[in-house]
């Protein structure tokens, strides 16, 4: 059974910056689709983006207005997902999923076959 771990989440000022990583033990990530995702108190879950496991090429929603990015880092098996001048809109719960079975990612987070618990991310002054 695959666990991803997400980390780097925290309590931040408006305009600041965060790295979010996601790892696995046991598991090579890069032959997973990595994709990213957010909840937010009472509100609904969101997609953020992901990442192939082919080319490497991203996609990504208008959720985090082009101040987010996903890349790998293989040689630690690990995804980042900085989220750069944060806003407090942006306070949530950020989660990776993974999955081997697709390329390009999937539409909803219960779609993927695994997923994190998530990382806190508050934004406030």
């Keep these: 059974q695959l666990q991803l771990v997400e980390s780097g989440g925290g309590l931040v ?15 090579t990530l890069d032959a997973y689709a990595i994709g990213w995702f957010r909840q937010a108190p009472g509100q609904g879950q969101e ?15 208008d959720a985090m207005e082009g101040r987010a990015t996903i890349s790998r880092d293989n040689a630690k098996n ?11 809109e942006d306070t949530a719960v950020y989660h990776c ?22 990382t806190q991310v508050t934004v406030s002054s």
């Design 13 to 27: 000022q408006p305009g600041g910056s965060l790295r979010l990583s996601c790892t696995a033990a046991g598991v």
């Design 47 to 61: 997609r953020i983006g992901c990442i192939n496991n082919s080319d490497g090429r991203t996609d990504y929603t």
């Design 78 to 88: 690990t995804v980042h997902l900085p989220l750069n001048n944060l806003k407090p």
């Design 97 to 118: 999923a993974a999955d081997p079975y697709t390329h390009y990612g999937r539409t909803y987070l219960h779609q993927y076959a695994y997923w994190g618990q998530g």
